[in-house]
Each structure stands twice: as structure tokens, then as C-alpha cells.
């Protein structure tokens, strides 16, 4: 079993629309969680950090579930530019190689 | 200011032949990571630095692998006798300071990398 998991989708929605991905996690000493955006054929970038009590930026708002090892990425009101891939990052701080990028879900946004 | 820049952006090499990927990170970032990324697939974590010593190693897939860094600044990753698996994007990141805390990493655009 992979230690970070997410659905590879893709997702294919409609503009407008609310869309929300999971990612599971193996390792109960995890301690900080992210959710990372990646562009086809780009670098990733950081979108958002995910709080113990979930927060909130903008139409974004991610979620932390200790009990199940899961975070939640939810997109409210979709845009055509949130059509990505998007990556969840896992770390425990015991080490660089426990920053754990999961492989990503794709979403892409019809008009 | 400068983000992380890599070079060359892309090299097609053959099989069997010596590569060497370099990374400059973003000046004061203490940290460096090169990770590799497969077709579809996630970021593979390869070797961390903390200014120029790399406390782990750990994901370097075998000893056709090495990377240093020099004066804290730039690394260098080098694949010897390089094989068609090779064949992925190669990322670097950078972020302030180490592991101990989490820092926002910030990635250049990577190397492409394609070995006939």
C-alpha cells in the first residue's frame, strides 16, 4: 500500500460546479498536510496548507480527518482555470523522504 | 525576485552516457530537494539538502545516482551511465529551512530527461 493515496480521476465537471478529492495517508505520526497544484507540464505549486480544524481560502477549503488519515480538498463554483492536477503532500518530519507527494488528481473543468 | 531555475530545461541523451542536471535555488533557502516525476505519476523523492551536507539520501534509486551542492547554493544531480527508466522529469525545490518545520517548497520547472 501506497503511504499517500488519491484518486487519479480525472474528474470531469461542469464550470460552476462543486468538485471534492480525498487523499489517505498511512502513517498516523504525520504531522502537517498540503495540498499542491501542478499545471500539465509544470512545476507544482503550493495551494493551501490544511489545518487540524479545516480552513478556508476562498472557494477552497480543505479538510483534515485524523481519526480516518484522510485530507479534503473541496473547489466551490468551479473555474475552467482550476483544471489541474492536484497533489497532496504528507510529512512527518521525521525525515525529507517522509514529505510524501501523493501521485495526484486530475480535474478538469468543462465550460 | 529569481525562483528556482534548472538547466539544461531538456536533454535527450543515449543510453549508457553521463548526464548532469543542475539546479540553482532561490538565494537564502537553506533547503534543497530533487525529486523525479514519471509520466502521470507523483513526485519521487530523491536526496534532501541541508546546505551542503545531504542528510538524506535515501531516495536515490542506485549508485548511478549522485547529487552535491556547493557554497549552499547550487547542486548538482549526475546520473551515470544513464538507462531508458531514467527517462522522467527531474524537479528541484527549495524552501528556507529544513525538515524540522514544514516550509513552502518552491520548484523549478525541471529538467526533461530522455534517454534512447
Known amino acids: 500500500r501506497k503511504e499517500v493515496e488519491q484518486d487519479p480521476g480525472p474528474f470531469n465537471v461542469p464550470e460552476g460546479a462543486t468538485v471534492a478529492f480525498n487523499c489517505t495517508y498511512s502513517?498516523?505520526?504525520?504531522?502537517?498536510f498540503f495540498w499542491y497544484r501542478q499545471d500539465c507540464r509544470k512545476e507544482p505549486k503550493l495551494l493551501m496548507s490544511v489545518y487540524s480544524s479545516g480552513n478556508e481560502d476562498g472557494r477552497f477549503t480543505a479538510q483534515l480527518n485524523r481519526a480516518s488519515q484522510y485530507i479534503s480538498l473541496l473547489i466551490r463554483d468551479s473555474k475552467l482555470s482550476d483544471s489541474a492536477t492536484y497533489l497532496c503532500?504528507?510529512?512527518?518530519?521525521?525525515?525529507?523522504?517522509?514529505?510524501?507527494f501523493g501521485s495526484g488528481t486530475r480535474l478538469s473543468i468543462r465550460p | 525576485g529569481a525562483g528556482v531555475s534548472q538547466s539544461p530545461s531538456n536533454k535527450v541523451t543515449e543510453k549508457g552516457k553521463d548526464v548532469e542536471l543542475r539546479c540553482d535555488p532561490i538565494?537564502?533557502?537553506?533547503?534543497l530537494y530533487w525529486y523525479r516525476q514519471s509520466l502521470g505519476q507523483g513526485l519521487e523523492f530523491l536526496i534532501y539538502?541541508?546546505?551542503?551536507?545531504?542528510?538524506?539520501k535515501s531516495g536515490l534509486p542506485s549508485d548511478r545516482f549522485s547529487a552535491e551542492r556547493t557554497g549552499g547554493s547550487v547542486s548538482t544531480l549526475t546520473i551515470q551511465r544513464t538507462q531508458q527508466e531514467d527517462s522522467a522529469v527531474y524537479l528541484c525545490?527549495?524552501?528556507?529551512?529544513?525538515?524540522?518545520?514544514?516550509?513552502?517548497?518552491?520548484f523549478g520547472p525541471g529538467t526533461r530527461l530522455t534517454v534512447l
Open positions: 538565494s537564502g533557502h537553506t533547503a
Open positions: 503532500v504528507v510529512n512527518s518530519y521525521s525525515s525529507a523522504s517522509k514529505i510524501i
Open positions: 525545490a527549495s524552501s528556507w529551512t529544513g525538515t524540522s518545520s514544514y516550509n513552502e517548497q518552491f
Open positions: 539538502f541541508q546546505g551542503n551536507s545531504a542528510p538524506d
Open positions: 502513517n498516523s505520526a504525520s504531522q502537517s
